[in-house]
């Protein structure tokens, strides 16, 4: 399967050279929505692909100008796709922590300096009993983590720019996603999930 620029048609011809091949490595994620709309999760392109192919989920949002192609498949390039079967899903009271959530729920920026954060700083040191928690860990840029070491911000004299919080598991799997998909996602999604 290959993804190829706009105009697609149906070609007996395999595409050759003058198709421009699109990096499918950065379109990885696809957003899957409940058939009532709500989101529910993030997949693989491949594994949207074959939702949407097996007629168990319809394309709700295609990435701007770009088709997929195989054999007998010209399918738009999803970016949303929405169950076909309402699925019900058991309440889910918070999201798992994660380091990855951490950094994305502060959108990489340290919560001491606010230069890009590459790692996650526990506010109370674990060495200190602090927990593996939305509310007791924010992003770090590393000279801070280490600057800070093992000591709370108020020992270190590093007051927190923002205070941690605990995102909704439907935020944080939309900040899960990469920003750039994030931000081609419809507007009444994203609209919904800050509500
Ligand atoms: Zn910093």
């Given at each position: 399967m290959s993804i190829v620029t706009r105009p697609a048609r149906v070609d007996p011809q395999p595409a050759r050279g003058r198709a421009r091949q699109t990096e499918v490595g950065d379109m990885r994620?696809?957003?899957?929505?409940?058939?009532?709309?709500?989101?529910?999760?993030?997949?693989?392109l491949h594994r949207a692909v074959i939702l949407v192919l097996q007629d168990k989920a319809v394309v709700e949002q295609a990435?701007?100008?770009l088709?997929?192609?195989?054999?007998?498949?010209?399918?738009p390039v999803p970016q949303v796709i929405r169950l076909c079967?309402?699925?019900?899903?058991?309440?889910?009271?918070?999201?798992p922590w994660s380091r990855r959530?951490?950094?994305?729920?502060?959108?990489?920026?340290?919560?001491?300096?606010g230069r890009r954060a590459t790692t996650v700083d526990h506010v109370v040191p674990r060495s200190h009993g602090g927990a593996d928690s939305w509310l007791n860990t924010v992003a770090s840029c590393a000279e801070d983590n280490h600057r800070k070491?093992?000591?709370?911000?108020?020992?270190?004299?590093?007051?927190?720019?923002?205070?941690?919080?605990?995102p909704s598991p439907t935020d944080a799997m939309l900040l899960g996603m990469r920003a750039g998909e994030r931000s081609a996602?419809?507007?009444?999604?994203v609209a919904r999930s800050a509500a």
């Open positions: 994620d696809t957003l899957v929505l409940n058939a009532s709309f709500e989101p529910l999760s993030t997949v693989s990435h701007p100008g088709r997929m192609r195989a054999a007998a498949v010209d399918l079967r309402y699925v019900r899903v058991p309440f889910r009271r918070q999201a959530g951490v950094l994305a729920r502060d959108q990489h920026r340290c919560a001491y300096c070491a093992d000591r709370t911000p108020e020992q270190a004299g590093m007051p927190l720019l923002r205070q941690p919080f605990v996602l419809p507007e009444w999604l």
